[in-house]
């Protein structure tokens, strides 16, 4: 794991806009690397896209607990792709 310090809390302490920016970053760190024919590099990033999408399905935070069920639908769906 790589974002091993963000498991201990901080990742849960950080509202669901910020780690969808997160997951953003590391996604648009895959597509740069793959466009620069860095294979390596966007693999790891794609690793960490990865463990930020399970640190979101497993503590993402969502003010309303009715939409809760239906963000950890498309937060599976986009993991699962």
Not at 25 to 41: H, I, N, P, Q
């Amino acid at each position: 794991m790589q974002h091993q310090t963000l498991d201990n809390g901080r990742w849960a302490a950080m509202t669901l806009s910020q780690q969808m920016a997160n997951i953003g970053s590391e996604t648009s760190r895959v597509y740069k690397a793959l466009a620069a024919g860095k294979d390596d590099r966007a693999q790891k990033a794609f690793e960490r896209f990865q463990e930020l999408t399970d640190l979101t399905i497993r503590y993402g935070r969502c003010d309303n607990p009715q939409t809760r069920p239906a963000l950890l639908k498309e937060l599976c769906r986009l993991r699962e792709l």
